[in-house]
């Protein structure tokens, strides 16, 4: 059973980055497409970031265009977001989901629509100076 660990949240200052860490155990990450999400307190759960699983397909919500970049090490096991120029309205519980489906590019399931087989428990990124 695939389980995701997201790490790397925590309180950061206006324009100041971020990187967060989505580790995964008991399955290679290999044949996964990942999506990191974040929901607000009092709002919608939105979709951030997606990307295939060999990386070669990407997908950024207009939100965090130019600021936000995901990447993956699948040596590592792990999937990161990069986050810069951080906005107070980035300030959410930010989870990673993995989807088994081979996808080769992500524009189609990078949505709150698409199921995910699995999901991580969060890390609460809180954007504030």
């Known amino acids: 059973q695939l389980q995701l660990v997201e790490s790397g949240g925590g309180l950061v200052q206006p324009g100041g980055s971020l990187r967060l860490s989505c580790a995964a155990s008991?399955?290679?990450?290999?044949?996964?497409?990942i999506g990191w999400f974040r929901q607000a307190p009092g709002k919608e759960r939105e979709a951030v970031s997606c990307?295939?699983?060999?990386?070669?397909?990407?997908n950024n919500a207009d939100s965090v265009k130019g600021r936000f970049t995901i990447s993956r090490d699948n040596a590592k096991n792990t999937v990161y977001l990069q986050m810069n120029s951080v906005k107070p309205e980035d300030t959410a519980v930010y989870y990673c989901?993995?989807?088994?489906?081979?996808?080769?590019?992500?524009?189609?399931?990078?949505?709150?629509?698409?199921?995910?087989?699995?999901w991580g428990q969060g890390t609460q990124v809180t954007v504030s100076s």
């Open positions: 008991g399955r290679t990450l290999d044949y996964y497409a």
């Open positions: 990307i295939s699983s060999s990386g070669g397909s990407t």
């Open positions: 989901a993995a989807t088994g489906d081979r996808i080769t590019t992500v524009q189609g399931i990078c949505n709150t629509d698409y199921e995910y087989d699995h």
